[in-house]
């Protein structure tokens, strides 16, 4: 849509706001459609619980007025862009002429305008200076800008009739960060792990209106590029929507009818219903999922599970005790002997069978038990926090040498990734479906915080990572990265001064910061999060709060499986 450029938040901040006082600065027109009123009498009922998205706040926008100028027709078209969504943007399309009324495409591109846009009139084309927050694609993908990013977009005019009409626009939208919450929902879309025995999240951001045909259609299409290679679909290619749309009924049953029926019931139905059912239960208003091949319903169940919050206590080291928090407060793990001093960084699969940590000399070793000594897995020094994956495998990273992967009893694989070559890995954690590898690593151009397809043979043994997406532009430092849900990462680092915060970074969406603790020691993400202070202090996130633990000193390391 646009080339973008950089520049710095102050500079940006002393731009002087030359818009109208219908401008840019006002894209989303609320307006109550209606008033309600706590009824006072009749007889008490008792409702279904259903919670649906609240319809009756519309945004609204009018046509090109007599006589405007070309930029007020420019800002009345983006404003009209932003309430097109439900009458396929015919308002907006009344600011062009010629052939870009037919062939201008809204959802191209989404530009989400962090701040007001500043516009530039130069005789016949107008100029939009878009502080940028980030871009969606036309599948859905958001990707969060760096700090500091604007991005120009130029508009064309000519006079027909002696009224200012737009002759040449990019393909796409600008609309400011409220109307882009208004209008798009963020939605998960469930493809199956290599191996098949897990829903791997595909996050993808669409228009609010009509979201389940949005979903279904984009199921169809298949996983996004940089996923193709680690996950699979049971959806076999060529099976299409019947009439184009998905129906929510009165019941709340979402109605997905595919052909062709032949495909269809020779394919695995089960695990196609499994697909449909996870991705569109994540809509507003649906209960359940009926998909039809033809006119016949598929009703094979299977339950694949997905990877989201970690079973288990918290764990964490106390002394030279290995310890979970429980309802009673701090207990021993059973099995697990004393700890050797400059012990660090524990891991632990599901069900504790497989332990790790890192030791004084940054090696990384099994966790001692009483019936059985540590075990050297990866020699040090140097190596980062390990993560353990469902598959048994334990993954760490050393500087020089990149990611690397070992089985207990095995030897140690160095995974290729040439997106990491020349950079310095900070931090790696396994997301639970063992397809996403969260890493933080260090560069000449700076910290990035990447999320990486994992590639793996038959047996499951990884072959590389694939090429990464990258989340968080806006952090400035990295030190620490967790899984806190299956589509967030917790990463501990800078984005905006000296201040170390825990963030939340969505694969494919805004990041925002938790408020500040001092001295961060180290984060666990899972039902509930939790972080240490370099004090031994343990505290735990509620609500936006950081709470303090009540009777618990002297702990570090926190974690949870993974």
């Known amino acids: ?67 405007a100028t070309p930029q007020q027709i420019v800002e009345g078209f983006q404003l009209a862009g932003a309430a097109g969504f439900d009458s396929e943007f015919a308002t907006a399309r009344e600011f062009l002429t010629g052939p870009v009324k037919r ?26 200076t878009v502080p940028l927050a980030a871009r969606v694609d036309a599948d859905g ?21 002696g009224e200012w009409r737009i ?4 393909d796409g939208l600008v609309l400011s960060a409220a109307s882009f919450d208004k209008q798009f929902r963020s939605t998960p879309l469930y493809f199956l792990s290599a191996d098949g025995e897990s829903l791997v999240p595909d996050t993808r951001w669409f228009p609010a209106h009509n979201l389940q045909t949005w979903v279904a259609r984009a199921l169809l299409v298949g996983p996004s590029p940089w996923l193709r290679d680690a996950v699979t679909t049971a959806i076999p290619e060529g099976v299409q929507l019947q009439a184009g749309t998905v129906v929510i009924d009165v019941s709340g049953s979402a109605l997905v009818p595919l052909d062709p029926a032949n495909t269809l019931l020779k394919a695995d139905t089960a695990s196609i219903v499994a697909q ?48 979970a928090l429980g309802e009673d407060g701090l207990t021993a793990v059973d099995g697990i002997a004393p700890l050797p001093a400059g012990s660090r960084a524990l891991a632990r699969d599901e069900k504790g069978d497989l332990r790790v940590m890192l ?29 353990v994956d469902r598959l048994g495998w334990v993954w760490t990273a050393r500087a020089g040498e990149g990611v690397i992967a070992v089985k207990d009893g095995e030897d140690p694989l160095v995974v290729p990734a040439e997106w990491l070559e020349g950079r310095t890995t900070v931090a790696v954690r396994m997301a639970r479906d063992a397809t996403r590898l969260a890493v933080v690593s260090r560069g ?12 793996r043979d038959a047996q499951g043994t990884p072959q590389k990572l694939g090429e990464p997406v990258r989340v968080g532009a806006v952090l400035e430092d990295a030190t620490e990265v967790v899984w806190l849900d299956e589509s967030v990462l917790g990463v501990v680092g800078r984005s905006d001064g000296e201040t170390l915060l825990v963030h939340r ?34 505290h735990k996130l509620v609500g936006t709060t950081w709470a303090t633990v009540a009777d618990v000193e002297g702990v570090r390391d926190p974690s949870y499986p993974g």
């Open 167 to 170: 002759s040449l626009a990019p």
């Open 444 to 455: 000449a151009d700076g910290v990035w915080v990447n999320v990486f397809p994992v590639v």
């Open 359 to 387: 030791d004084a000399g940054g090696s990384l070793v099994t966790v001692p038990r009483v019936d059985a000594e540590s075990r050297v897995l990866v020699p040090g020094p140097a190596l980062v926090a390990p993560s």
């Open 505 to 538: 970074v969505p694969v494919f969406g805004p990041t925002t910061a938790e408020p500040e603790v001092p001295d961060v020691e180290a984060l666990a993400g899972g039902r509930v999060v939790y972080l240490t202070t370099t004090d031994g202090v343990l």
């Open 276 to 323: 449909f059912e996870a991705s569109l239960i994540q809509v507003a208003g649906v209960r359940r999922v009926k998909v039809t091949a033809g006119a016949v319903p598929l009703v094979e169940q299977r339950e694949i599970p997905r990877g989201g919050l970690p079973d288990g206590p918290v764990e964490m080291i106390q002394d030279d005790q290995l310890v």
């Open 1 to 67: 849509m646009s080339t973008p450029r950089s520049g710095s938040r102050a500079a940006r901040s002393r731009r002087p706001a030359r818009l109208a006082a219908s401008g840019l600065a006002a894209l989303v027109v609320l307006a109550l459609a209606a008033c309600t009123s706590i009824p006072t009498s009749g007889a008490v009922r008792e409702g279904d619980g259903t919670v649906t998205e609240n319809g009756d706040i519309d945004v609204l926008a009018e046509g090109p007025r007599p006589g």
């Open 103 to 128: 062939t201008w495409e809204p959802l191209t591109e989404v530009l989400v305008a962090e701040a007001p846009v500043v516009v530039d009139t130069r005789s016949r084309s107008v100029t939009a």
């Open 141 to 161: 993908r958001y990707t969060e800008a760096p700090q500091g990013a604007d991005t120009a977009v130029t508009y064309d005019l000519v006079r027909v009739q």
